[in-house]
């Protein structure tokens, strides 16, 4: 549940994010009350020992009995929270059902709270969390030259950057840079393994149903799942009185481990991307397949208008037809410690709305049609499809609710040098371009139908290419 992904989530932080300082830790009655145990003399051990009681509020949390003991306990000792040991956090304002709308009683009518309604806005909106848990204060603008100075004349006081000396030097003010990249949270600690008998993965799933997302190495299966648990779908295929388990951490600082962990995060996520109507080919690219009666499919991310994400065009020269779809490669990346998901939109184009079309120059074409867009166009696909991995949502999680954990939030870089005046509205920027399938048709026909038949030399570079 939410709640204890948040409390998890404090608990994987420092007290003043130093690695190497002492971990914050939370007093969570799922955690710290067992079966048997007195609830109240546990309630007020936690609210005796806690520097900080953070309230979640929403309509049910004001009508349960044991949060209002906790919240009117701390207002009875503190009625101005002049200690400012309670934290309001807002999580929902209407009830789950949406027939209640929040009626916040006096002693949070007048605190500032920490609004968690959005799950965009989660990594933010934790971090303010930190800061307080912390003790820093509010972040500040950064500061800027006067447009008031008396030193300044009428004509000198707009600038608001610091020219340089040379012109061909950027322009002294902060920029941000949107990227193709989803941070990743959190992984599993862990990794499980154990001998089998099979080298090959089509034999594993042969013998297996559905199982999680795994890698063959050196005689052993390894992946993030419990091999231990009687559930597991790998324990037919595996020594089950060999089951190890390993620090994920270990692997990291292993130099073959460290690439089967990439290997067995991309397995992961791969399976996470064909749970959508996705299609998978040679060329390690998804696209979307036609609806389920062979018609145009239309996709609709929440927030936005519908958009046809695969198309059937018509070649003008023969009248034959081909499909056009969005498409997208994607995996893990390792940048220094951290791992992110890496978003590369393109587009394919498939004789049925399966197959792709053959010949070097569909490849291509599609290559160029993705250089020709402008980086705005490029932008919007990347935003589209983070949002589509994402199901709409801030942070999701690959793998089940013990597996990956990322956001769907794209990375950002600040920078301190940039172009003056060259500001966007980033929502408007995003906002749906209809038409880009057609342009792409439109490209394709003027390519010629000749250029798309596949030649026994492009067939076997194909396999090539599949090999590697």
Known sequence: MWVEELAAQIESETIDGEESSRRLKVWFDEWDIDSGENIISHINKGLKESQFVATILSPEYLSKPFPELEWTHMVARDPTNRSRRLIPILRRSKSLDGNERIDLPAPFLTLKYIDFTDDALYVRKFADLIRRIRGLPPQRGQRRPSLMSRSRTRADSLPTFQPTEDAWEPDQVPDVIIGNLLPVISIPS??????????????????????????LRKGQLFTFADLR???????????????????????????????????????SLHQHLLKLPLSYDTKERYFFRPSDDDGDRVWTVPG????????????QADGSTFWVHYGLRAKFRRIGSRFFIELEPNYVFTSDGQNPLGGKAAGKLAIQWTGMQRNVDVLRNVSFWARIIGSGVGRFYIGGSSGILADSTLAVAKLPVGIADDQVRIKSLLEQKVSDLDEAAADLNTAGVDKFVETEQDEEEDESDAAE
């Open 304 to 315: 936005e208008r519908p958009r046809t994400v695969a198309a059937r065009k018509t070649f």
């Open 229 to 267: 648990s009687s559930d597991a779908p790998h324990r037919s295929v595996i020594d089950t009185a060999k089951i190890s388990s390993e620090a994920t951490t270990d692997w990291l600082l292993n130099e073959d481990k460290s690439k089967w962990l990439q290997e067995l995060l991309n397995r």
């Open 190 to 215: 862990t990794i499980c393994g154990a001998p089998t008998e099979f080298t090959k993965r089509q034999n594993v799933f042969e013998n297996t149903v559905r199982p999680p997302a795994f890698v």
